[in-house]
């Protein structure tokens, strides 16, 4: 660990440092020397002159052990801080270099509560991995200084804090290939494999795949995929769909995952999405099973686990998302590709109306897209901008028999059904 934190500060002043406040990523960075007259960065212009700030980044060497750390962390700090911390999540990474994000989270201490906070703060950095930093102020409130905790108090490591122009990427977005968003099963499965000590259920997921998986094949008859967010009518449809077209209806994921769901909810993003990406497949073995027979329905696929995923990971406005044609949006290179996938759209205000008349339990993504725009946007454009197959947009504000028709005369000029 202290190799790996030597190794870090070596290049400390080369990161940017993120903080998300208000639902969106505010930048600082800092340098040995300072150049030029003091300006202190957004994210310290609200702190109080006597308060001081916290960091606190998990530098875990292995990243199914730290991203699971900084899942349970932030429990852990809620728990322990004193009321009125600020706790808000953040990031350090050098602009471009993939693979040198890390995760954690940034706090300040009102009056008095600094000697409490840094007891917690020390006891946490003596035995667990992560670096911690605190942030004081000069006297005139214009200088902010950054001291790393990792070596002795006698020979402390401080780094002036100056604003940092807003990098070309958001962070997550040089991180998201394999992390976020799945694009092979082996990728996928390998994070479920590192888990069997800590989360027996991932022996069951594995379980289910077949011995023999051959997802890419192509399919006798069409497959045709229905995606949007939840009360766009992707049940009805899918429901009418398959009887018109005399199809066989699945659904992802699928129904024999269904037991370990609300297991891997519960887990870190790295973990969850490695099991809804497993989901896929088994779902793409089900298709290539019923396709030899019959026209298949399939209610969400892989274009729901990619956009939900890129959305979540990427904060603040639609310009923050991985720019049009990157790579993370392209279809995985060992899954079927469906014959066509349907998006159905509808209008924000019409689609929370028909969710408050189901009076359904909500996942806590589709309870993040009612009170957050930014959120609902972030995925609906990342729908739009998969490729390899691409979506087909159909407005589902009229009746569901007017829809119904729309989506039969998609399918029939794009599978020839």
């Known amino acids: 660990m202290a190799r790996h934190l030597k190794l870090l500060v070596q290049r400390w002043s080369s990161r940017v440092f993120s903080v998300e406040v208000d639902g969106a990523p505010r930048y600082f960075g800092v340098r040995e020397q300072l150049r030029g007259e003091p300006v202190p960065p957004d994210v310290f212009s609200e702190v109080q002159k006597q308060d001081r700030c916290y960091s606190l980044l998990v530098c875990s060497g292995d990243r199914v052990t730290g991203d699971r750390f900084h899942w349970e962390l932030r429990d852990r700090l809620q728990t322990q801080l004193p009321p009125g911390s600020g706790l808000r999540s953040m990031s350090s990474f050098i ?5 040198s994000l890390l995760k954690g989270y940034f ?6 509560n600094s000697s409490l906070i840094e007891d917690i703060l020390t006891d946490l950095e003596q035995r667990n991995p992560v670096l911690v930093c605190s942030y004081s102020q000069s006297e005139d409130g214009q200088q902010w200084t950054q001291c790393l905790w990792y070596q002795s108090e006698e020979n402390p490591v401080r780094f002036c804090v100056v604003p940092s122009e807003t990098p070309k990427h958001h962070p997550s977005v040089l991180n998201m290939i394999n992390s976020d968003v799945f694009y092979s099963l082996e990728e996928a499965c390998d994070v479920l494999k590192q888990c069997g000590d800590i989360i027996p259920e991932t022996r069951s997921v594995l379980g289910m795949l077949p011995s023999s998986l051959d997802a890419r094949r192509k399919p006798d008859f069409p497959v045709i995929v229905i995606e949007g967010l939840d009360a766009t009518g992707k049940t009805t449809l899918t429901e009418s769909l398959r009887d018109s077209l005399g199809a066989t209806l699945l659904r992802s994921p699928p129904q024999c995952l269904s037991a370990w ?15 809804y990406a497993v989901g896929n497949y088994i779902t793409a073995e089900q298709i290539n099973q019923e396709a030899s027979k019959s026209p298949v329905i399939v209610d969400r696929f892989w274009h729901s686990t990619a956009a939900y995923a890129i959305a979540t990971a990427v904060t603040g406005p639609v310009s923050n998302l991985p720019h049009e044609g990157a790579e993370v949006y392209r279809w995985p290179g060992d899954l079927l590709q469906p014959s066509l996938v349907i998006l159905l759209t509808l209008d924000p205000e019409e689609r929370k109306r028909r969710l408050r008349s189901r009076g359904l339990m909500k996942t806590d993504e589709e309870e993040e897209l009612d009170h957050n725009k930014l959120f609902r946007l972030r995925v609906e454009e990342a729908y739009r901008r998969i490729v390899g197959p691409a979506c087909t947009a159909l407005d589902a504000s009229p009746s569901a028999d007017l829809v119904l028709q729309q989506a039969l005369l998609l399918i029939r000029a794009k599978c020839h059904l």
């Open 95 to 99: 602009p471009d270099q993939k693979g």
């Open 261 to 275: 769901r609300g297991r891997f909810d519960r887990e870190p993003p790295l973990i969850r999405r490695a099991f």
């Open 107 to 112: 706090l300040q201490s009102q009056a008095g």
